[in-house]
């Protein structure tokens, strides 16, 4: 075969450089434009896992490679004059001019026609190539000439950063944090090679104006950085080697996907390889890694096809399907942990103290949890557990197990929960006539004897027409109120649990069959007259909701106002106002559901009246020491509709009526909704509520292990995490849970204690017969 690659960095060369060494019969070029030791970058990390992959594949570069590497495994966090370290995170750095070097060598060495000092203007060129490998980075021009069969998906993120180097030599991967007076800047900082380490500026795009370094040049811009970070320099110079760069050497990081890897232009194939396909930011540094993974796919998909010209079809549509699922998971965390540098000043930076600000950093990819940092650096958790803990009021001596996280206690007003786990409102469709019955003593009493700390009730609803279907119950009437009663006596007589009680009603989406009948689904008969902000259906089929008038607000207030009082004498510990999913007061906060014209409509104050009119109604006769949370869509996933910065700005007019916690769920609101799920993939809204705007919130969607909880709570992501359907299928889930995290934190029920120690031999014997499982 005839293989070109335009673009000389790591992806082209190492395919070039694979092809010809599985077979010298291939004729294989790279055209490069700069010359061989130019290069823009310093120093790139990569894994050691990257390393056995090359290996496998060709054994001299890896070897020359590894020769050439600096290993360490300190990470340094350097924040407000703390210098905090932990171990155990094994990273290597070369010199980007010292790997393509590398592969410079092994490419000449193997046979690899190498052109430098060539600018190619257009696939075009090269008519006798049977393959073209668009190598060419993230602006790779063939990318955009074919841009149509391509799609590519190119987001420009906002924060700015500056690539530089200096001569210090650093023991750990430092990051440090300077707050100036127009916000936070971050150095991410890495020694490659002896004497030189990468030293990575960052700010928000709001910072680097209001510093005027937009009009910097180079020189400006590194003695400001030189300044900034004279203490972590200790006396170093900063230098750049992007002296060819155009305008401002602060760059804002380009984010691509693409929908398409390869095209035939008519004459040859064309792939597109490595950045020029997909990005991954510098934060989790893995840029290199996938563009070297592309090509060792490439190539092994020949190995496995066939290395002829009518093969390439089949093996660039494997290459595809293999890498385009490995890549989104890197991105996916490289996403995350870009995003945590692109909020960290407005977030984290001034909010969190030290230790918890660490421990935010070191999980910021959401792919390091709380049981991958004891496997990295077991010492180091167990010092932040307990300082954790201690925060949390329990006096902890050295010699004492620790408490995780999640079984801290928490106080909000006068309601002490005993530990972060909540059971989150359900739906069951059990009652009659709105009433509790044995089934709803059974249900939530067994979960309560099951070690969470709040056990919700499902959504109650404040009248008959309240009711999303007809199995739903309600606390409109004295029957019901009593029938309540003895739930909360049992939680509150026979476990730990506190109670919690949501009130909601169902607007537009209420009149519907029980869930197994036909979930939202119109009642076949006997229907009733439904209401909403304005008269939009939720399903094509079902009923119309008539727009409030003002009687019905003064009507639907009261009912709150009634089932609060009852839910109050009940004994109810916490009180939720059921305001996502779409049902009546959700239907007021999106503009999707919301089209009034008077002023409970319009701007987010205008959406959020009502609800909060509620809210104010319900405070009012709720007692004092006792909190109210708030249910919330953070996102509806759809078209127009609320964004997490939308419910953020609900979050803080709630806030400012005297809400104690805000329930970050999502969707539900309308009917073709695109979710993106994912573990904990709501988890994002309770982060940005709580440490934006400044008030507790519940996490809750697919977290599913002790694992994600104890790493939101320490995180300071959450301050408690709902758990829903693992309690459907687990009512003792954080008894369980416990049990498979090694701590006894959490009573047994003293009528169950004879299974505890059964339970967790058997647990430990299972996991001493599993093979251990290295750190990732
Ligand atoms: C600030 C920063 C820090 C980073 N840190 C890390 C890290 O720590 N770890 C990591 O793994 N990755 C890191 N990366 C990412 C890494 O640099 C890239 O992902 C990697 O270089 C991609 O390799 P590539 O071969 O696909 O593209 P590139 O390395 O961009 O190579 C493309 C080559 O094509 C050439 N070219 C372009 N157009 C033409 C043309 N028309 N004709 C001829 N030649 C052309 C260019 O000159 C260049 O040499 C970092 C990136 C940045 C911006
Ligand atoms: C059967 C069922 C019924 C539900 N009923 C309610 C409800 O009454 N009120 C509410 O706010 N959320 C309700 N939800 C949503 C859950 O409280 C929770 O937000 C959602 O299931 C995501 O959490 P999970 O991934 O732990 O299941 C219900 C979920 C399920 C599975």
Same mark, same amino acid.
Request: aromatic share 8%; proline share 8%.
């Given at each position: 075969m005839r293989i070109v690659c335009i673009g000389g960095g790591p992806a082209g060369l190492y395919f070039a450089l694979l092809m010809k060494q599985a077979n010298p019969e291939h004729h294989v070029s790279v055209i490069e434009r +700069?010359?061989?030791y130019d290069t823009f970058g310093w120093g790139v990390v990569f894994s050691d896992a990257t390393m056995d992959t090359m290996r496998a594949f060709d054994v001299k570069t890896a070897d020359q490679i590894e020769v050439a590497f600096n290993h360490w495994d300190d990470i340094e966090v350097r924040i407000k004059g703390r210098r905090m370290r932990t171990s155990g995170h094994g990273f290597v750095g070369i010199g980007r001019k010292k790997l393509l070097n590398i592969l410079q060598a092994r490419c000449e060495e193997l046979g690899v026609e190498l052109v430098f000092d060539r600018e190619v203007e257009s696939d075009q060129e090269f008519p006798e190539s049977d393959l073209i490998i668009a *190598?060419?980075?993230? +602006? *790779?021009r063939i990318r955009s000439k074919y841009a149509v069969a391509f799609r590519p998906n190119l987001i420009d993120r906002p924060n700015r950063y500056i690539w530089l180097g200096t001569r210090k030599s650093y023991d750990a991967f430092t990051f440090d944090f300077r707050r100036t007076a127009h916000g936070w800047f971050q150095a991410h900082i890495y020694k490659f090679d002896q004497d030189t380490s990468t030293f990575i500026v960052e700010t928000t795009e709001q910072a680097f104006l209001a510093h005027g370094l937009e009009q910097a040049s180079q020189d400006d811009s590194i003695a400001f950085c030189e300044e900034l970070f004279a203490e972590v320099l200790d006396g170093a110079k900063l230098m750049t080697n992007a002296r060819h760069l155009r305008g401002s050497a602060w760059l804002n990081f380009s984010q691509l996907t693409c929908g398409q890897w390869s095209h035939f232009n008519g004459t040859s194939h064309v792939a597109l390889m490595g950045d020029a396909v997909h990005t991954a930011h510098f934060a989790i540094g893995s840029g290199t890694k996938l563009a070297l993974e592309d090509a060792i796919e490439l190539s092994r998909q020949f190995r496995c096809l066939g290395d002829t010209k009518e093969n390439i079809p089949a093996v660039l549509a494997a290459y595809q399907e293999i890498r385009a699922v490995e890549v989104m998971r890197i991105q996916n965390a490289a996403r995350n942990a870009m995003e945590w540098f692109e909020v960290v000043g407005n977030r984290y930076a001034d909010t969190l103290e030290p230790e918890q600000f660490m421990y935010s950093l070191l999980t910021r990819s959401q792919r390091i949890s709380h049981e991958n940092l004891r496997l990295r650096d077991k010492s180091w958790l167990e010092n932040y557990e307990r300082w954790f803990a201690a925060r949390c009021g329990v006096a902890i001596d050295t010699d004492a197990p620790v408490v995780p996280p999640m079984f801290t206690p928490y106080t909000i007003r006068g309601v002490t929960l005993e530990n972060r786990i909540v059971v989150s409102p359900m739906a069951m469709y059990s009652a009659r006539d709105g009433v509790p019955n044995d089934f709803h003593l059974v249900h939530l009493g067994s979960r309560a004897l099951g070690g969470a700390g709040l056990v919700y009730g499902e959504m109650t609803c404040v009248s008959p027409e309240a009711r999303i279907t007809p199995g739903c119950l309600g606390l409109w009437n004295d029957e019901q109120a009593v029938a309540w009663k003895r739930i909360v006596d049992f939680i509150h007589q026979m476990t730990p649990a506190k109670a919690g009680l949501q009130l909601g009603h169902a607007g537009r989406k209420g009149s519907t069959r029980l869930a197994w009948e036909g979930i939202d689904q119109p009642l076949e008969a006997d229907n009733w007259p439904l209401i909403s902000a304005s008269p939009v259906r939720y399903l094509s089929n079902g009923q119309l909701p008539r727009e409030m008038t003002l009687d019905d607000f003064n009507q639907v207030t009261a009912d709150f106002v009634a089932a609060a009082r009852r839910g109050a004498q009940a004994g109810f510990d916490v009180l939720e106002l059921h305001c996502a999913h779409g049902y009546l007061l959700s239907s007021f906060l999106s503009p999707l559901t919301n089209q009034r014209t008077d002023r409970y409509g319009g701007s987010h104050r205008n959406r959020a009246r009502f609800p909060i009119e509620v809210f104010l109604a319900i405070r009012a006769v709720w007692p004092q020491d006792r909190p109210i949370s708030v249910r919330l869509s953070c996102h509806d996933w759809a078209e127009g509709g609320n964004t997490p910065e939308d419910a953020a700005i609900f979050a803080r007019l709630f806030k400012e009526a005297g809400a104690d916690l805000v329930d970050c769920s999502s969707g539900q609101?309308?009917? +073709?909704d695109k979710p993106v799920y994912g573990r904990l993939y709501q988890t994002p809204f309770a982060d940005k509520i709580r440490n934006e705007v400044g008030i507790a919130t519940v996490a809750v969607g697919a977290i599913f292990e002790a694992d994600h909880v104890n790493s939101i709570i320490a995180a300071g992501r959450a301050d408690l995490c709902a758990v829903a359907r693992p309690h459907l299928a687990d009512a003792a889930w954080t008894l369980h849970e416990a049990a498979k995290i090694g701590t006894n934190s959490v009573p047994w029920p003293k009528q169950y204690l004879a299974a505890r120690s059964q339970y967790e031999t058997n647990l430990a014997r299972d996991a001493a017969a599993r093979p251990k499982s290295p750190a990732p």
């Open positions: +700069n010359r061989p *190598s060419d980075g993230v +602006n *790779s609101v309308w009917n +073709n």
